[in-house]
């Protein structure tokens, strides 16, 4: 399975300032004179605010939408540095002989969110199953 390549960013979702949208390829257009977003859609973060919630209740829910769509946007540059970092701490524990609990702790965590982002399920005791397409 692979994902849309990044780089992904966020932009506004059409007049609707609650909801974020997580994209590729964001360029503005020009279409029969009139000026339109273009983009590969990602997500869409939506920070469910209600009319009855009170003020610092909606702040807090578009802080955490817009922190839900950094943290979307940054996943294709977060798993290119968690498979750089798990590949260079294996190579160095090779080196260097030191596969000390705490390296291989280190990098069976790092390759359990690797499996989790390329869409692969582990079964409790650490063995890869089958593909899971969601």
């Known amino acids: 399975m692979s994902h ?11 007049d609707r300032d609650e909801v974020l949208d997580v994209v590729a390829d964001y360029k503005d257009i020009v279409i029969d004179g ?19 919630m009170e003020l610092d209740e909606q702040e807090t829910a578009l802080d955490t939408m ?5 943290l979307i ?3 294709p540059d977060l798993l290119a540095a968690l498979k750089e970092c798990a590949w260079r ?14 390296n291989a702790k280190a990098i069976d965590l790092a390759n359990a969110a690797i499996t989790k982002a390329e869409g ?15």
Do not use: K, M, Y
């Open 4 to 14: 849309t390549p990044g780089p992904w960013s966020i932009a506004p979702h059409s």
């Open 34 to 52: 009139r000026s339109v977003h273009q983009a590969h859609w990602i997500a869409e973060c939506d920070s469910a605010i209600d009319s009855a």
């Open 66 to 70: 817009r922190s839900n769509a950094s």
């Open 73 to 75: 946007a940054a996943a």
């Open 89 to 102: 701490l294996g190579a160095l524990a090779l080196a260097s002989g030191d596969f000390s609990e705490v």
């Open 120 to 134: 692969q399920q582990t079964v409790n005791n650490g063995q890869q199953s089958s593909i899971v397409q969601s």
